[in-house]
């Protein structure tokens, strides 16, 4: 049963296609924009270059709502706790872009109040360089998370959920087997005896009755 | 130019302000502190002078410039006027690092308020007389003053979480007239959500 | 919390957190406001969430390098930025620079203002609820980006002014975009009047609505289009002139009462008489040089380098000593979307700036949000932050 827990097939196969297709066609990103990554994200959304031909149709100016936490513009220490609250407030599936230098790396602002990089806070999936990145290489890393999410496998991400749940049964079932194995050498072993002492007992009533 | 060479000359005989060499495009002035609240609300409120827009108030730091000797620190107030004829004007006060105070004009321009708290987020100077006199631009946990030239601008300094406001909500209440019988409590974050690389005060 | 009121009454109200993630992208400002119900009776503002250290930055290398942390103080409008900051400098150098340098500095920067406009209106928009307006007003904005790329190398954050001059010439075709621009300005801004003047929910929201009296802005040292719409027709393009802009023939625009309508009716006001200037400066264009020939001053030409000592060594010592500006202490303000920008530039005759402050023009009109908001509901507050036109880079550099 365990095996077959683990091993992906054609039907595990087939609901990870249904379910990644259906997430990276409907990204809705939150736009945590800060700066003028912002203004170009603004860009991005608006008739010439339009974000929603993705899938993102509206952003959702909260975190409950969306998939993608796009962070565009430089993060500062005093912004960062409220990043990180942002992030954890987002439900799963969720991922995140670092959009634009600053983001990424701190940009050329290398001070004593900004961030490098919202790495040291929260894991990122894509990372976009430019400041600010074009509308087309916004796209860019927005295709380039698609491809991430269609590698993604509902399986794999199972296994790693159950991981603990599976290693829980696996023991369980050594424990059992060795518990029956055990109980059959005792059967067995009293089955020897009883026919060992039934043998003997015959013995004696044989020599009981030749004598 | 005539008209500052006039406006200069009241204000030397009124309040000992001298003409400022360094400015050599404009027209600035530089005054002792002591005469510094008294010189602003002549500036602002006399007939000759009207400058009624402070438009910035700057803090220097000298650690360093070649060939000065004097105080470590300047604050520099910028005017500027439409009706009166000298346009524009600068004032600037020397503050020297061991005695850092300077009056404040929160009472005169409503906007010297924030400058003041910027002046004191960046380099330290203390405003007398100022309502609330706390950092604006870094964060609440930051020490140091990091516009200084001894700072090292790559100092970086995490904050663990972000403060409530409620102390200063309820201190503009306060001064509204309001009363405050029951505070609201603080939910301060479980130990685990503070950022990693913070320190927990 | 409970209070007891000035009335002797006792009160619960409610702290709420508008945090420094908004919608719209208004991000970086955060407010505790003390509600009764839907009405905000106090107000305590913070800033300094973008605060990147663009002072301290600028100490760091030389005159020349400050120029594209310039650019990304005002994000929605660069190029003003830009040249308010080389117009500093070269008030401090005491040189002129050529005509055509002027003219399209001046064009450059009135097509800045109306995508600054555009944008702040766009957004003002969306807050309350419009987004069809959002849409319009880019359109326009959008055609400027494609002139910005052509023109500069970049859509956004272009820095395309320099010291004593520009960075490149303009490209053949330039004169026909930017009249596509104006047409197509004037179209959209014919929609967005369209969708608002007699719209009920509009003028609903908007009037009377943050409303600030002069004197009070003044005290705050409110300047540009927050402080003309209170009435006081302050602009410095016409009190203390600069780049010829009084020979051109444009209106100061004014408004009566100070309340979110006015505010946001003068900014698109202002967009037609940018394109009015923008038209007028197109005819000026004459052939000629567009960097003064300084080369102290301002770098010689690549393809020079090779072939000439002394453009060799200019090139040489502005890139590693940098300009030498004179010493002494300067501020200079120009009129940029916002207000007054204004730098004070502190040299000690080097090559590498010792201080330079920037005044920015948000900061007034965000310290008076207290006084505001106070009394108006959250939603109204939402709209007078709109209109306000905050950008944060500019607002806490």
């Known amino acids: 049963m365990t095996a077959l827990a683990e091993k992906a097939n054609i039907i595990t196969s087939s609901l990870d296609f249904i379910v990644n297709w259906g997430r990276k066609n409907s990204l809705w990103p939150f736009p945590y924009g800060t700066a003028c990554c912002a203004i170009e994200f603004m860009s991005t959304e608006t008739a010439r270059y339009d974000l929603s031909r993705i899938g993102s149709e509206y952003v959702r100016f909260t975190p409950r709502q969306s998939d993608v936490l796009l962070v565009a513009g430089t993060i500062t220490y005093k912004q960062a706790p409220i990043l990180k609250r942002i992030y954890e407030q987002m439900a799963e599936p969720r991922w995140v872009i670092a959009m634009g230098a600053c983001a990424s790396s701190g940009g050329f602002y290398d001070a004593y109040c900004t961030v490098p990089g919202i790495d040291h806070i929260i894991p990122v999936d894509v990372y976009i360089g430019g400041c600010p990145p074009r509308p087309e290489s916004f796209f860019d890393a927005m295709f380039q998370l698609q491809e991430k999410i269609q590698d993604e496998s509902y399986m794999k991400a199972r296994a790693e959920r159950v991981k603990e749940q599976l290693e829980m049964i696996k023991a369980k079932t050594a424990e059992c087997k060795e518990n029956a194995e055990k109980a059959v050498k005792n059967a067995v072993s009293c089955g020897v005896q009883t026919i060992k002492e039934g043998k003997d007992n015959l013995m004696k009533k044989v020599a009981f009755w030749k004598e | ?201 | 919390m409970i209070v007891i009121n000035p009335n002797g009454e006792q009160q619960a109200l409610m702290p709420l957190n508008v945090g420094p993630s908004h919608p719209a992208t208004h991000g970086c400002l955060r407010y505790m406001a003390a509600m009764d119900g839907e009405t905000i009776v106090a107000c305590e503002t913070e800033i300094g969430y973008l605060h990147r250290g663009f002072e301290k930055m600028a100490e760091r290398g030389t005159w020349q390098q400050v120029l594209p942390y310039t650019d990304r103080l005002n994000y929605c409008s660069a190029i003003m930025n830009n040249i308010a900051y080389c117009r500093a400098v070269e008030e401090m150098l005491g040189i002129e620079i050529p005509e055509r340098t002027k003219v399209i500095r001046v064009i450059v920067n009135e097509l800045s203002r109306m995508a600054d406009h555009c944008i702040c209106v766009a957004a003002a928009a969306q807050d309350l609820g419009s987004t069809t307006g959002f849409f319009y007003l880019f359109d326009s904005r959008e055609k400027t980006m494609v002139i910005w790329e052509k023109l500069t190398g970049a859509r956004l954050t272009n820095s395309y002014s320099r010291i004593g001059g520009l960075y490149r010439d303009l490209y053949n075709g330039f004169e026909e975009d930017v009249l596509d621009v104006c047409n197509t300005a004037e179209r959209n801004l014919k929609d967005v009047h369209a969708c608002f003047d007699r719209n009920r929910i509009f003028l609903d929201r908007t009037t009377n609505v943050g409303v600030i009296s002069p004197e009070r802005a003044i005290s705050y040292g409110w300047t540009g289009p927050c402080l003309r719409a209170t009435g006081v027709a302050s602009d410095l393009r016409k009190d203390e002139p600069y780049y010829d802009y009084e020979t051109y023939d444009w209106n100061v625009v004014v408004g009566t009462k100070g309340d979110v309508y006015d505010r946001l009716m003068v900014r698109l006001a202002e967009i037609e008489e940018s394109i009015k200037i923008v038209r007028q400066a197109l005819k000026r264009l004459k052939p000629g040089p567009i960097d003064i020939v300084d080369p102290r001053i301002r770098v010689p030409a690549h393809a020079l380098a090779y072939q000439d000592m002394e453009a060799l060594i200019g090139r040489f010592k502005s890139v590693y000593e940098g300009i030498r500006v004179p010493k002494g202490e300067h501020y200079c303000g120009s009129e940029t979307a916002n207000g007054e920008l204004g730098f004070t530039l502190i040299s000690d005759g080097s090559g590498k700036p010792w201080r330079i402050k920037v005044r920015p023009p948000c900061l007034t009109q965000f310290a008076a949000y207290q006084e505001l908001v106070e009394g108006s509901m959250l939603a109204d507050s939402m709209a007078t932050l709109s209109s306000i036109n905050i950008i944060a880079g500019e607002l806490d550099r």
């Open chain 2, 1 to 201: 130019m005539a008209d500052c060479e006039k406006l200069l000359a009241i204000l030397e005989e009124k309040f000992g302000a001298k003409r400022d060499l360094a400015d050599k495009w404009g027209f600035t002035v530089l005054v002792e502190r002591e005469n510094l609240h008294a010189l602003m609300l002549f500036l602002r409120d006399d007939q000759s002078a009207k400058f009624d827009v402070l438009l910035d108030i700057v803090g220097v730091d000298y650690l360093g410039f070649k060939d000065y000797e004097g105080p470590r620190f300047a604050v520099e107030y910028v005017l500027k006027t439409m009706k009166a004829p000298v346009r524009r004007m600068r004032v600037k006060v020397l503050v020297s690092e061991t005695d850092c105070k300077v009056p404040s004009i929160a009472d005169l321009y409503a906007i010297a308020n924030w400058q003041e708290r910027e002046v004191f987020d960046q380099y330290g100077v203390v405003f007398e007389g100022h309502p609330d006199l706390r950092r604006l631009l870094n964060h609440a946990e930051f020490e140091g003053h990091p516009l200084r030239k001894d700072y090292p601008a790559h100092k970086r300094q995490w904050l663990s979480t972000n403060d409530y406001l409620l102390p200063e909500l309820e201190a503009r209440l306060e001064s509204k007239g309001y009363k405050i019988v029951a505070r609201s409590k603080e939910v301060m974050p479980n130990d685990d959500e503070y950022l990693e690389g913070s320190r927990k005060v």
